[in-house]
């Protein structure tokens, strides 16, 4: 038996839905999904295993001009992800209208990989209107198959799934055939708790927001988790805690709950503020939380 595998690169402008699309395709919930642009800040790898074939998903940061280091680095995700895919998932929605000098979609007009476009949220538009959206894509990327989807809805996931398969070359696996992700417990602790932040705070706050897991200990029946929530100013800490305290009450409470869900075991968060000034400039403090500069 021949066995299939190979890298499936999920790219595209910020909340067009590649997040949900990812977690649609692996299968499982491995990025968490918000309203607000830059809610992905790294690349995730999400592997689905059988016999036959293994395919290694990465969902990636929207594209956005950089305004400080941080998101450089994000950008340099997403730009890594359309030079080392076997499939590229070009994802957008039926709202957006790229403009000429789209730096990245020009990318993608020029690659070489198969390009698989994903129209998303076609759920929120009639569908005559969609046959015009689907036109203009075809005359942007001539090249690349177009697959109308609503990924909220699980609407057309499966052809698309199928056709990744079809396209994958013959190839042993990259990874152990038991793995689901190259990401940690500790990392999909921080991101559950920054989905948290996302949700719960407004403005710039949640993008000014680092979340480190201090301590994990795993026993039998119970993990005790304390995670540090990195702010940018001493200004931020207060908003983060909140009146009497209570809005990083929510944010422990809510966040413990998914991490009950995620490791199916009882959880007992901490979580505590701490300043560290400017962080989002601070080679230092990036490196050492996982962003490559
Ligand atoms: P990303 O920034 O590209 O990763 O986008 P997300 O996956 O985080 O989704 C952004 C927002 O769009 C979230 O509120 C999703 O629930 C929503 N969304 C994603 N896919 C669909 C869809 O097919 N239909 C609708 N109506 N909303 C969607
Ligand atoms: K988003
Ligand atoms: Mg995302």
Redesign the pocket.
């Known amino acids: 038996m021949t066995h299939k595998a190979g890298f499936v690169n999920i790219v595209?402008n910020?909340?067009?839905?590649?997040?949900?699309?990812s977690n649609e395709l692996v299968g499982e919930r491995l990025?968490i999904?918000?309203?607000k642009?830059q809610?992905?800040r790294h690349r995730i790898f999400g592997i689905v295993n059988k016999p036959e074939y293994q395919i290694v998903f990465s969902d990636t940061p929207?594209v956005l001009k950089p305004n400080y280091k941080l998101q450089e680095s994000m950008l340099k995700f997403s730009k890594s992800a359309l030079n080392d895919a076997d499939i590229i998932l070009y994802?957008t929605d039926t709202f957006e209208k790229p403009d000429k000098n789209d730096d990245f979609l020009s990318s993608v007009q020029k690659t070489d990989i198969p390009v698989l476009l994903v129209v998303?949220?076609i759920?929120?538009i009639d569908q005559n209107k969609l046959d015009d959206i689907m036109d203009f894509w075809k005359q942007q990327l001539p090249k690349a198959e177009v697959f109308p989807?609503?990924?909220?809805?699980k609407f057309n996931v499966q052809n698309l799934f199928d056709r990744i398969i079809e396209l994958l070359p013959d190839s042993p696996p990259f990874f152990d055939k038991e793995a689901l992700t190259d990401k940690s417990e500790r990392f999909f602790v921080t991101e559950i708790i920054r989905e948290k932040i996302l949700i719960q705070y407004k403005k710039e706050i949640p993008y000014s927001v680092e979340v480190e897991v201090e301590e994990f200990k795993e026993a039998k029946e119970r993990i005790d988790i304390r995670a540090v929530i990195h702010v940018a100013r001493e200004s931020q800490k207060g908003i983060i805690i909140g009146h009497k305290g209570v809005k990083l009450k929510w944010v422990g409470i809510e966040a413990r709950k998914d991490l009950e869900g995620f490791f199916k075991k009882k959880v007992n968060l901490t979580t505590y503020v701490k300043v560290s000034k400017d962080w989002r400039d601070k080679d230092n403090f990036l490196r050492g939380h996982g962003y490559e500069l």
């Not at 910020?14 to 699309?21: A, E, F, H, M, Q």
């Not at 989807?149 to 809805?153: F, G, Q, R, T, V």
């Open positions: 595209g910020p909340n067009v839905g590649k997040s949900t699309l990025s999904i918000t309203s642009a809610t992905t929207g994802v998303n949220k759920d929120l989807m609503s990924a909220l809805h």
